[in-house]
């Protein structure tokens, strides 16, 4: 017989609980199963939860959210947005559609267009978090917009070399958007030239705008 049981995948937004929606605080609250990162479970679970941490073993994580199925639902929270590179990705993979339900939330990238008061409807979101972007998505024209996922390797001096390569000027607009929604939250203005050689902020967004 086919279990009824589904895989939550619950988007805890950029950090803070006060931009987590009321709907995804109700599930995680009801969850008797809960999937999450050391820093999420120890947020947001409750006594009496069976958790899981999500560590390397992506596999093992979804052994483990395979087993739980057989009688509960498991709620498996994802920083940010679930449909903006998150373990989403690799549940789809496993486990059919129909058994995946998906309550959206606020991205760390949608925030920091917010803190900036920009559009970002005409933005080139990307991640270089673990990944390297394409030339054409990289490649300068007059008016482009990026907002960018950064990471150790990949961090902002280094994305504004390779955007300097790809013939951004100088001139254009960055902003670094570090610990979004925390008490340590920084917003840091500067140039494409100055982003090149400013350390830290490994992961962060980084909005480009020519």
């Known amino acids: 017989m086919e279990c009824k049981y589904q895989i939550i995948v619950v988007g805890i937004g950029p950090g803070s609980p006060d931009y987590v929606l009321p709907v995804a605080s109700r599930v995680i609250a009801a969850a ?4 999450g990162s ?3 479970l120890d947020t947001f679970s409750s006594v009496g939860q069976v958790t899981k941490i999500i560590d390397k073993d992506i596999n093992g994580v979804l052994d483990f959210i395979a087993g739980q199925l057989a ?3 498991v709620v498996v929270m ?8 998150s373990m989403l990705a690799a549940l789809r993979h496993r486990f059919a559609s129909e058994r995946i339900t998906v309550i ?4 760390s990238a949608q925030l920091a267009f917010a803190r900036l008061g920009e559009v970002w409807q005409d933005a080139a979101l990307i991640s270089m978090h673990g990944r390297q972007a394409a030339d054409d998505v990289l490649a300068y024209r007059p008016g482009r917009k990026l907002g960018i996922l950064t990471d150790t390797r990949h961090n902002p001096a280094h994305i504004a070399s390779i955007l300097l390569n790809h013939g ?3 001139t254009a607009c960055v902003w670094l958007c570090a610990n979004l929604s925390y008490d340590n939250e ?4 500067m140039t494409l030239a100055e982003a090149a050689v400013t350390p830290g902020f490994d992961h962060s967004v980084m909005v480009v705008k020519a």
């Open 78 to 85: 994802v920083s940010g947005d679930p449909g903006f590179y």
């Open 104 to 107: 959206p939330g606020i991205s």
């Open 186 to 189: 920084v917003v840091a203005a």
């Open 168 to 170: 951004w000027p100088e």
């Open 71 to 73: 009688s509960h639902d």
């Open 38 to 40: 050391k820093r999420a």
């Open 32 to 35: 008797k199963v809960l999937v």
